[in-house]
């Protein structure tokens, strides 16, 4: 199916993306982007760019469906680590890299719930057929605890726990510089970024949802490759990136966040280069922030369960090499 757009004199001088995302109900400006990368746009005969800028008068083709058929999961044989299951409920080790669930601009295979569909029979379905089971998620480069919940009854109660602020958990992070301050708390709203839509802001008021994060430093590190802080942080809400948001709005972003303003590589700072075979720089290809605790009641049995995790290999690796340049303040 073939649809045609004239474009109107008053549209003149806007992207051909932003505008014909304006005509098309219910689909993205990242579907259009799509589409035009597609060559399935066509302007007065000619397959154009998104960035294009109109004149008013164009013919505008979009060739087939631009609405996407729906993503549902499905099962495949992927390793998980278990750290606690029943017949109500999961937690797993997520590790770094894996993706939750499909979604806009994620691929449908090597989810989270792709492994948790081959490994149990039945998972909770009132995420829908795309988040079987998925109560709450954790970013793709986040490790750590994740719950799952295996039935509705299960979910519906898990939900309400974090909705009513009954779930603590705890993250580990690596910061870069000093925090001054042992402990404090960081009570900003989070909205996302107008200019930059893949980020999130605390600069934004309208909305912004209230999220509130507490922290506490564990050990000030200074380094051959900058001051950095190893933080604890406990989060009363659950918005995306909000650990990634806050850190960096109080001006300790965390490693490897390059998101939030944490540079790709730690380089030597000058002056404090050895003539030993230590490195000159380290690298850490996701951010450095880890899902460590979760500390709940059983939403059926009340049971208390106190769940941990382990820094991961590759963050401890990351540490040692940092403090292993330590010097002395």
């Given at each position: 199916m073939t649809v045609t757009y004239t474009v109107p004199d008053e549209a003149a001088k806007q992207r051909l993306d932003a505008w014909l995302t304006s005509q098309l109900t219910g689909v993205s400006r990242e579907r259009v982007q799509l589409?035009?990368?597609?060559?399935?746009?066509?302007?007065?005969?000619?397959?154009?760019?998104?960035?294009?800028?109109?004149?008013?008068g164009e013919s505008v083709e979009v060739l087939g469906d631009p609405t996407p058929p729906p993503l549902k999961a499905f099962a495949e044989d992927i390793p998980l680590?278990?750290?606690?299951?029943?017949?109500?409920?999961?937690?797993?080790?997520?590790?770094?890299?894996?993706?939750?669930?499909?979604?806009a601009g994620a691929a449908e295979g090597g989810?989270?719930?792709?492994?948790?569909?081959?490994?149990?029979?039945?998972?909770?379905?009132?995420?829908?057929?795309?988040?079987?089971?998925?109560?709450?998620?954790?970013?793709?480069q986040t490790s750590g605890l994740i719950v799952?919940?295996?039935?509705?009854?299960?979910?519906?109660?898990?939900?309400?726990?974090?909705?009513?602020?009954?779930?603590?958990?705890?993250?580990?992070?690596?910061?870069?510089?000093?925090?001054?301050?042992?402990?404090?708390?960081?009570?900003?709203?989070?909205?996302?970024?107008?200019?930059?839509?893949?980020?999130m802001t605390t600069r934004r008021s309208t909305g912004a949802r209230s999220a509130v994060s507490h922290y506490t430093a564990l050990r000030r590190i200074s380094?051959?490759?900058?001051?950095?802080?190893?933080?604890?942080?406990r989060i009363e809400t659950g918005r995306t990136h909000q650990i990634r948001v806050h850190l960096a709005s109080i001006g300790h972003p965390v490693v490897g966040d390059t998101?939030?303003?944490?540079?790709?590589?730690?380089?030597?700072?000058?002056?404090?280069?050895?003539?030993?075979?230590?490195?000159?720089?380290?690298?850490?290809?996701?951010?450095?922030l880890h899902a460590a605790e979760l500390e709940f009641a059983h939403p059926r049995t009340e049971k208390p369960l106190q769940l941990r995790s382990p820094l991961p290999a590759d963050l401890e690796t990351l540490l040692e090499q940092i403090e292993s340049g330590r010097i002395e303040d």
């Open positions: 589409l035009i990368g597609q060559k399935k746009v066509r302007l007065d005969g000619k397959s154009p760019r998104a960035s294009y800028r109109l004149r008013g680590r278990v750290v606690y299951e029943d017949d109500d409920l999961s937690v797993i080790d997520k590790p770094a890299g894996m993706t939750v669930h499909a979604g989810t989270l719930v792709n492994a948790l569909l081959h490994r149990y029979r039945a998972l909770s379905s009132v995420g829908g057929e795309q988040r079987p089971g998925i109560v709450h998620r954790l970013d793709k799952i919940a295996r039935n509705d009854a299960a979910h519906a109660q898990l939900a309400q726990m974090f909705a009513e602020r009954q779930m603590q958990k705890t993250y580990i992070a690596l910061v870069h510089g000093r925090m001054k301050q042992d402990r404090g708390t960081i009570d900003a709203p989070i909205a996302r970024d107008l200019l930059r839509r893949t980020r380094s051959r490759f900058g001051a950095f802080t190893l933080v604890s942080v998101l939030y303003g944490a540079p790709a590589r730690l380089m030597v700072i000058p002056g404090r280069r050895t003539a030993d075979p230590a490195p000159e720089s380290l690298a850490l290809t996701r951010n450095f």
